[in-house]
């Protein structure tokens, strides 16, 4: 600890000695964040949560909350409107709330919603959204962004800054589109749009942000290598001065890559959905470990990617649930059914000789 300045010892005599020189405490402050890729709400899954009083979304995180809740702060991108009935899936989502409280009981602290579902359901959807994410924020102290009810509140929450130890994180998240539906006014949803994110970016140097973290909604869909225009967009933000990009959208995980000396993750592919094509049942969970030393700035220290799998309703267990593959190696036994298990890790080792993501 550093020592007041003040400080003297008197010998007996009466003759100060001076204090000795001040010991700066080396012991860092650190910030653990784990990021999930797109929580989806297909029919099926809407239909085996449906309960005589509503929806019961158990067992979604189970396999994940410990890591969740280890971290400071958890996010995941929340691909679906909330509230306007009847619910439902694919090509137009709209969930229930119950899906948001499951989510923060298991550790979910920051929800994004910047992603080409949010105008589904148009301005219904996007006012019953926005009451939900209010409601769970005072239900259960969680964040978001990604959009807002006018222009005035996204300059005054876009980006979203969060702080922990001293440590104060900027979060921006935006999308490419919105599946052609116009943000109906006067509604904000955050866009890849360079003046808007060059805005966003100095609002938290302003704010003194010691980390910047790109969350773009982006990249083509299916694809296991990222595209030119996700190079590209990535090169411009860390030149902007983002110090970490991790993408969402494409529904399967991509490959990872250093960009000016910074870390960039271009998809997590999906957390949890109904989706059985190729590779789309795997993910990526990102653990970020942000150090601050006293005297220094903050740095990303690690970067962690760790594979996920989305078991669909009947497979590993009655309902649908995501696991942590290492964590499920050499438990077939445990699966409902053990075709969903080699499925598993046979998907594993093909995508990381694919993306190189060990």
């Given at each position: 600890?550093?020592l007041?300045?003040?400080v003297?010892?008197t010998?007996?005599t009466g003759?100060?000695?001076?204090r000795?020189?001040?010991?700066m405490?080396e012991?860092?402050?650190?910030?653990?964040?784990l990021?999930?890729?797109?929580?989806?709400m297909?029919?099926?899954?809407?239909?085996s949560?449906?309960?005589?009083?509503?929806?019961?979304?158990?067992?979604?995180?189970d396999?994940?909350a410990g890591?969740?809740e280890a971290?400071?702060?958890?996010?995941?991108n929340?691909?679906?409107?909330?509230?306007v009935?009847?619910y439902?899936?694919?090509p137009?989502f709209?969930?229930?709330?119950e899906?948001l409280?499951e989510?923060?009981e298991n550790?979910?602290?920051?929800?994004l919603?910047?992603?080409?579902h949010?105008?589904?359901?148009?301005?219904?959807g996007?006012?019953?959204?926005?009451?939900?994410?209010e409601?769970l924020?005072?239900?259960h102290s969680?964040?978001?962004?990604g959009?807002y009810?006018d222009s005035c509140?996204?300059?005054?929450?876009y980006?979203l800054?969060i702080?922990h130890?001293?440590?104060?994180?900027?979060?921006?998240?935006?999308t490419?589109g919105?599946?052609?539906i116009?943000?109906?006014y006067?509604?904000r949803?955050?866009?890849t749009?360079?003046l808007?994110?060059?805005?966003a970016i100095l609002?938290?140097?302003?704010?003194s942000?010691d980390?910047?973290?790109?969350?773009?909604?982006w990249?083509?869909e299916?694809?296991?290598k990222?595209?030119h225009?996700q190079e590209?967009?990535?090169?411009w933000?860390v030149s902007?001065?983002?110090?970490l990009?991790?993408?969402?959208?494409?529904?399967v995980?991509?490959d990872?890559?250093?960009?000016?000396?910074?870390?960039v993750?271009?998809?997590?592919?999906?957390f949890?959905s109904?989706?059985?094509l190729?590779?789309t049942?795997?993910?990526?969970?990102?653990k970020?470990?942000?150090?601050?030393?006293y005297?220094?700035?903050?740095?990303?220290?690690?970067a962690e990617?760790?594979?996920?799998?989305?078991?669909?309703?009947?497979y590993?267990e009655?309902?649908?649930?995501?696991?942590i593959?290492?964590?499920m190696?050499?438990?077939?036994q445990?699966?409902?059914?053990g075709s969903d298990?080699?499925n598993m890790?046979n998907?594993r080792?093909?995508i990381?000789k694919?993306i190189?993501?060990r």
């Amino acid at each position: 600890m550093i020592l007041e300045a003040a400080v003297f010892l008197t010998l007996a005599t009466g003759t100060p000695l001076p204090r000795p020189a001040p010991i700066m405490d080396e012991r860092p402050d650190t910030l653990d964040m784990l990021f999930l890729g797109d929580v989806m709400m297909h029919d099926a899954q809407l239909e085996s949560a449906r309960t005589p009083e509503g929806y019961d979304f158990c067992g979604y995180f189970d396999h994940i909350a410990g890591m969740a809740e280890a971290a400071d702060f958890t996010v995941a991108n929340m691909e679906f409107t909330v509230g306007v009935e009847p619910y439902s899936g694919y090509p137009c989502f709209s969930a229930p709330y119950e899906i948001l409280e499951e989510a923060a009981e298991n550790g979910i602290g920051i929800m994004l919603s910047a992603n080409n579902h949010i105008c589904d359901k148009g301005k219904r959807g996007l006012a019953s959204t926005l009451a939900a994410y209010e409601k769970l924020k005072n239900e259960h102290s969680v964040f978001h962004t990604g959009v807002y009810k006018d222009s005035c509140m996204q300059a005054a929450n876009y980006p979203l800054v969060i702080e922990h130890r001293g440590i104060k994180v900027a979060l921006l998240n935006f999308t490419y589109g919105t599946n052609g539906i116009p943000v109906p006014y006067p509604y904000r949803v955050n866009s890849t749009d360079t003046l808007e994110i060059k805005e966003a970016i100095l609002r938290a140097k302003a704010d003194s942000a010691d980390i910047i973290i790109a969350l773009p909604h982006w990249g083509t869909e299916y694809r296991l290598k990222h595209d030119h225009a996700q190079e590209r967009l990535a090169e411009w933000l860390v030149s902007n001065g983002a110090d970490l990009v991790i993408g969402t959208h494409p529904h399967v995980p991509q490959d990872r890559d250093t960009v000016g000396g910074r870390h960039v993750i271009y998809s997590l592919g999906n957390f949890i959905s109904n989706m059985s094509l190729a590779n789309t049942q795997a993910g990526l969970a990102a653990k970020i470990k942000i150090v601050k030393r006293y005297g220094h700035k903050a740095r990303i220290d690690s970067a962690e990617c760790i594979y996920l799998w989305c078991s669909r309703q009947g497979y590993k267990e009655k309902g649908f649930t995501t696991v942590i593959i290492n964590e499920m190696e050499g438990k077939r036994q445990e699966w409902l059914r053990g075709s969903d298990y080699d499925n598993m890790i046979n998907s594993r080792n093909r995508i990381r000789k694919i993306i190189n993501i060990r």
